[in-house]
């Protein structure tokens, strides 16, 4: 099946073959037909499988068929994060380059004037996280009364983040009368909630089993002290010569000393996170696709909507402590058919980690400790709690043992 087999309009084949597309993922040939008759969909893709264009080139010839004169805001997407508003909006203007519709991203971190000058000028879709889309509603500097598409984009992870409330104050003062597109990793009970109330006899589409990593993507463990985890990482990296790797950190801080240990080892890398300016999380992400940073540390907020071709390794520093998240991660990797590896780098601490996330992918990862970074055997596991060792129960984790109950602390198996 190619493009045209889709339906699509000349100018939108034209900018699809100038990106270098030739034949349409899963999703994109069970979703566009749907979302170009003008039905309510359901969409279950994990990151890497195309989703973006399957839901941007039908809103855009969507609105094409219903030519207007008038310059009224009349798509919205909304994002968790500000990357993934910033990756759509350029794929939204990558697609519609032939097309006379004008599309503006908001999020916050940044000045809100200019967003208001352009708002002002007219625009036809706006790509958006919730909040500053609200501060902008709040000041009236955007009309949402002709919105004829919505799209939530990772849902999942909008109410994993508590947006929850935002997402219900915008849906409130949308039209009724909409084409309204959600699409989620994971359908969990809540996601179908939202859906229930908000969509109108939707089509369900779904591409990939639930919360199953990329098939291309190779998984290993390294089992390491926490200690000598950063001493490991950069002999990795520098002894495999890896020029684009992608590592996880649990927290802010984390990242912060892993990009300035690596950094003092001789490899260029950059931290992205929540606290960085956006001038910053742009900057480090520009350079870390134009090869001019090698590694990327980053939190898992800051890491939604990297969308980088050809991503060769991803590092869990530190494994996850919700196991859909390490799905997540490793879905960075091995994208539009191209191999990837994944590797987790795990500490003693983190072997109930471990073992809740092989629960969930119904397998074992290979565990191969690297020689002269044999754990410790002699160090026993303390509780992960909120992203650090100590002082409160994280989510995810089992509650305190009572009493009675068996409490040997897991330990790495001697081989």
């Known amino acids: 099946m190619s493009f045209k087999d889709l339906g699509l309009i000349d100018e939108l084949l034209r900018a699809i073959e100038e990106q ?52 009224r805001v009349r798509a919205l997407i909304l994002t968790p994060t500000r990357e993934l508003a910033a990756q759509i909006a350029e794929n939204v203007e990558d697609y519609g380059k ?72 915008v849906l409130n003062i949308l039209p009724k009368n909409r084409q309204t597109l959600l699409f989620s990793a994971t359908f969990s009970s809540e996601i179908k909630s939202l859906a229930a109330g908000i969509l109108k006899s939707p089509e369900t589409v779904e591409v990939a089993r639930h919360n199953t990593p990329a098939e291309l993507v190779s998984q290993v463990v390294h089992p390491v002290d926490n200690k000598r985890k950063k001493e490991l990482l950069a002999s990795l990296i520098a002894t495999n010569n890896w020029k684009q ?72 520093y530190e494994l996850p402590n919700v196991p859909e998240d390490y799905v997540h991660r490793i879905g960075r990797t091995g994208r539009a058919g191209n191999e990837g590896e994944a590797l987790s780098l795990v500490c003693v601490d983190e072997l109930k980690l471990l073992y809740d996330i092989e629960k969930l992918l119904k397998r074992k990862i290979p565990s191969v400790t690297i020689a002269g970074y044999d754990p410790d055997p002699t160090i026993k596991a303390e509780p992960i709690l909120n992203g650090r060792n100590g002082g409160g129960q994280s989510r995810g984790s089992k509650p305190p043992q009572r009493a009675g109950q068996n409490n040997r602390r897991p330990q790495f198996n001697k081989k």
């Open 20 to 71: 270098g597309y030739t034949t349409p993922t899963p999703i994109q040939q069970n979703a566009i037909p749907i979302i170009l008759k003008g039905a309510d969909i359901m969409g279950g893709a994990q990151t890497g499988t195309g989703k973006t264009a399957g839901f941007t080139l039908p809103l855009l010839q969507r609105l094409m068929a219903k030519k207007t004169s008038s310059r």
């Open 98 to 169: 032939y097309l006379p519709l004008k599309s503006t991203v908001i999020f916050g971190g940044v000045n809100i004037k200019p967003q208001i000058n352009t708002l002002r000028s007219g625009v036809d879709i706006i790509i958006a996280t919730p909040g500053r889309l609200l501060d902008h509603v709040n000041q009236k500097t955007v009309d949402l009364s002709e919105i004829e598409i919505l799209v939530l984009d990772e849902a999942d992870r909008m109410l994993d983040m508590g947006f929850i409330h935002d997402i219900r104050k």
């Open 245 to 316: 790797v992608l590592v996880f950190t649990r927290t802010k801080h984390g990242a912060n000393k892993v990009s300035e240990h690596l950094i003092k080892a001789g490899i260029t890398s950059a931290a992205i996170h929540g606290n960085k300016s956006q001038s910053a999380r742009t900057s480090a992400l520009d350079g870390f696709k134009r090869g001019s940073v090698r590694v990327l540390v980053a939190t898992d907020i800051a890491a939604r909507g990297i969308d980088i071709d050809l991503l060769p390794h991803v590092v869990n």
